[in-house]
């Protein structure tokens, strides 16, 4: 009798045991067909996308012609502003530019925060500024792991060249806020080096689902080989934007700005980085040339 | 801590938090890089390989980590779809992005020239307005400032091109310069103007514009230090294009003196020499603005 139900009992804890065993199976391969469906969703959503704007893109034509006039409005700021600077607007939208360059490259959004707004990080540009840029600090933290564990970092983003167009004002609305929007086109050109170089900048620029599978596909094959042998790859990327630059509307240009920020307002020393947006010597943060200007938003021109 | 550009920890840098999502993926490879087999050379022959008993144990773990690895990858994936996925196809869509052979061969593909006669029709409506100009003098100016852009990228320092660059344009040049020695991008070379011709001229109610292509000759190579890569160029001598842009208001006209490419200063007509901000240190006035002369609003080297 006893045995009988100890038997019982062991049978009865073999089959939860089998049960839950087949449950977790269950589990396991239904979450990766999952993944793999919510993968390949997710790439044949971005890639697709981006195959019909570029198709949109070439379809586009030429970029637009310089303005020949003074755009409605500017003559109306320069009036309501006596020391309205618009070179100082100009110089504006080609450092954020290339602070946009920066961050991307190197992860380091201190520079380009200090001439945005909050709601520049909600716009799209902004998302993906902050994106990439908090990518590449991970990067930075994992090459720093690697190091400190003796191994050394053989993946550089190299950040190469970078040119600006002449930016110009093409459009003014002082109703409310001051919005002042600044045209620019700027392309900009990096180098990655590290093992499988060439597929990891052509997944990066994959222009179809099938380029960015086969590329992507390569360069961890490479990884997964030797992963010693060194490379080097570009990848290129530019564009031309209309720059929204807002201040508040009774705000007025300071006219000792244009001449603050080579030289500490504090302590009165040079500044030697033009990436600096503090004192080294003093610690003081760093007074901006164009006041209380503010970059709000980048939107593609086509 | 991550080193920044702007040499100060940034709040960015500060504030990053990592999903649960992403520190349950650092912590796996962690354990990856904890189960791999040792490949330590110091270490005696018993702690390694599959004789120790512990690495069994690092199998049976690292074996459930990948099979449960799809439940904590999923919810990462869907919330980044949904969080930038969106913001990803538009980026894309406003951003044109080559790779490879077509980034480094297609990356500043110079502008074509005016047509003969909109060139003419350019100079002439500058003239128009100011009787002195003479594209000579520009043309020789942009074959001087390309052996200074020369000096300056080849000792990674801006000042060379001060007295030249409108102060947006050499904003963000230093800026570059910084960005690249950071990268411990080396740059090498020599070369000089052997051909200057203007190619393209505008005048508009705002401004004034002059686009000179110079013919240039020598070597120029760019080397990544650490790796020893060659990014672009080699120690060969050769021969490429570029273009600089000169620009100043519509208002501007030749200074008596010459002005900046006579390097007088175009506001007082001393001889040029500059403060850190730019400006004159003799009458103060900011030379490089394009107020009252032409200065060097745009550069741009053929791929090389």
């Not at chain 1, 981006?50 to 970029?63: T, V």
């Not at chain 2, 690292?62 to 913001?87: D, N, Q, W």
């Not at chain 2, 990014?231 to 100043?248: C, H, I, N, V, Y």
């Amino acid at each position: 009798m006893v045995t009988q139900a100890a038997l019982a009992a062991g049978n009865g804890a073999g089959r939860a045991g089998a049960d839950a065993l087949g449950i977790f199976w269950a589990v396991v391969i239904a979450s990766w067909i999952l993944l793999f469906a919510a993968t390949l969703g997710l790439a044949v959503v971005v890639y697709g996308a981006r195959g019909r704007s570029r198709r949109r893109a070439a379809a586009a034509g030429p970029p637009p012609p310089r303005l020949t006039a003074s755009p409605p409005g500017l003559a109306a700021l320069m009036r309501s502003d006596a020391h309205f600077d618009e070179q100082l607007l100009l110089d504006a939208a080609l450092t954020a530019t290339l602070l946009v360059f920066a961050a991307t490259t190197t992860g380091d959004e201190g520079p380009l925060r200090r001439l945005v707004t909050d709601r520049f990080w909600q716009t799209p540009f902004g998302q993906i500024t902050s994106t990439v840029a908090r990518d590449r600090r991970r990067d930075s933290r994992q090459a720093a792991a690697d190091a400190a564990r003796g191994s050394v970092s053989k993946r550089w983003i190299i950040p190469l060249d970078y040119h600006p167009s002449v930016p110009e004002i093409v459009a003014v609305d002082l109703n409310g806020m001051q919005r002042v929007s600044v045209r620019v086109a700027f392309g900009q050109l990096q180098a990655m080096v590290r093992p499988g170089a060439v597929d990891y900048a052509a997944g990066a620029a994959a222009p179809n689902f099938a380029s960015a599978v086969t590329s992507i596909a390569r360069s961890v094959a490479v990884d997964v080989g030797d992963g010693q042998t060194q490379a080097v790859s570009w990848v290129a990327s530019g564009g031309h934007y209309d720059l929204k630059f807002v201040r508040p509307a009774n705000a007025r240009t300071d006219p000792r700005a244009a001449l603050s920020d080579r030289t500490c307002t504090t302590c009165g020393a040079t500044y030697r980085s033009e990436l600096a947006i503090a004192c080294a010597h003093c610690g003081a943060a760093r007074a901006m040339p164009w006041g209380e200007w503010r970059l709000a938003e980048a939107v593609p021109v086509r | 801590m991550v080193v920044t550009i702007s040499g100060v920890p940034s709040l960015a840098t500060r504030g990053d938090k990592d999903t649960f999502s992403e520190r349950y993926l650092s912590a796996s490879r962690a354990l990856m890089r904890w189960a791999s087999p040792s490949r330590r050379s110091d270490r005696p022959a018993s702690a390694a390989g599959c004789l120790n008993p512990l690495f069994l144990i690092k199998i049976i773990i690292v074996l459930i980590v990948i099979l449960l690895m799809p439940l904590f990858l999923l919810p990462m994936l869907i919330g980044r779809l949904a969080t930038f996925g969106g913001a990803a196809v538009r980026y894309s869509s406003v951003v044109d992005m080559t790779s490879g052979e077509q980034a480094r061969w297609g990356y500043g593909t110079l502008s074509a020239s005016s047509d003969g006669q909109a060139l003419r029709r350019g100079v002439a409506a500058i003239a128009a307005r100011d009787p002195a100009f003479d594209p000579a003098t520009l043309t020789r100016w942009a074959a001087t400032a390309a052996e200074l852009i020369c000096a300056s990228l080849t000792s990674a320092d801006a000042t060379p091109a001060r007295t030249f660059m409108a102060g947006g344009l050499l904003r963000t040049y230093q800026a570059l310069l910084e960005l690249r020695a950071g990268a411990d991008v080396v740059c090498e070379g020599s070369w000089q103007a052997v051909n200057a011709m203007l190619v393209e001229a505008l005048s508009t109610p705002l401004l004034d514009e002059v686009r000179v292509r110079l013919t240039c000759q020598g070597w120029c190579w760019e080397r990544h230090g650490p790796s020893g890569l060659t990014l672009r160029g080699s120690p060969d001598a050769r021969t490429w294009s570029e273009d600089l842009t000169f620009g100043r208001s519509a208002e501007a006209m030749s200074p008596a003196a010459g002005g900046l490419p006579a390097r007088r200063c175009p506001s007082c007509g001393a001889p040029l020499d500059l403060d850190e901000d730019g400006a004159c240190k003799y009458c103060g006035g900011i030379v490089t603005a394009g107020r009252q002369d032409w200065v060097l609003v745009g550069w741009r080297r053929e791929p090389w």
